[in-house]
Antibody, heavy 122, light 111 residues
Framework: EVQLVESGGGLVQPGRSLRLSCAAS????????MHWVRQAPGKGLEWVSG????????GYADSVKGRFTISRDNAKNSLYLQMNSLRAEDTALYYC???????????????WGQGTMVTVSS | QSVLTQPPSVSAAPGQKVTISCSGS????????VSWYQQLPGTAPKLLIY???KRPSGIPDRFSGSKSGTSATLGITGLQTGDEADYYC????????????FGGGTKLTVL
């Protein structure tokens, strides 16, 4: 079964850091780009960041550029999101998502994790 | 304020048809494929349509997608109470702020 499982969320104070992880299984992880998408409570979806299969191409939303860093470890079938200088507006459920096509970065997302909640508050 | 514009809500009776619009610009919908997602309460989004009009396996043909210029439309026929959910359109933006973009979401109520 194709599966994505996020972890690492929690309550953190403004200005602090948090690292999210996404464990992938059931597909050839290093054939696919991967992405993070977040959803603030009661709000819509917001694309956060994406990384190509070989980490050669990386992109960020303007709202997180310079504060968040996406990375992956293909040997461990894992995706990460290092979040620094967190703000209240970063409070959201963070999903990792897999594109439909292998090696395609700019693609629809056919597999989503269950999400991990990040709450930024003092 | 979302990059793509969707109506906040739509409603229709069981068995009827409904359409949900998604409006963008030449830097996003106009030059990229559109996808549609269904999000039931408390669950992760589910892909309904990709590449404007393709359905993943397991998605019934009651769901359809189309695109014209800088707008896209999701159609749902034979509405069921189980279709009550939030629906999001998504695509990619080729502008200076390149990246994924979504609509604000449309709440479908099956009366």
């Amino acid at each position: 079964e194709v599966q994505l499982v996020e972890s690492g969320g929690g309550l953190v104070q403004p200005g602090r850091s948090l690292r999210l992880s996404c464990a992938a299984s059931g597909f050839t992880f290093d054939d696919y780009a991967m992405h993070w998408v977040r959803q603030a409570p009661g709000k819509g979806l917001e694309w956060v960041s994406g990384i190509s299969w070989n980490s050669g191409s990386i992109g960020y939303a303007d709202s997180v550029k310079g504060r968040f860093t996406i990375s992956r470890d293909n040997a461990k079938n894992s995706l990460y999101l290092q979040m620094n200088s967190l703000r209240a507006e970063d409070t959201a459920l963070y999903y990792c998502a897999k594109p439909v096509g292998d090696y395609a970065v700019y693609d629809a997302f056919d597999i989503w994790g269950q999400g991990t909640m990040v709450t930024v508050s003092s | 304020q979302s990059v793509l514009t969707q109506p906040p809500s739509v409603s229709a009776a069981p068995g009827q048809k409904v359409t949900i619009s998604c409006s963008g610009s030449s830097s996003n919908i106009g030059n990229n494929y559109v996808s549609w997602y269904q999000q039931l309460p408390g669950t992760a989004p589910k892909l309904l349509i990709y590449e404007n009009n393709k359905r993943p396996s397991g998605i019934p043909d009651r769901f359809s997608g189309s695109k014209s210029g800088t707008s896209a439309t999701l159609g749902i026929t034979g509405l069921q109470t189980g279709d009550e959910a939030d629906y999001y359109c998504g695509t990619w933006d080729s502008s200076l702020s390149a990246g994924g973009v979504f609509g604000g979401g449309t709440k479908l109520t099956v009366l």
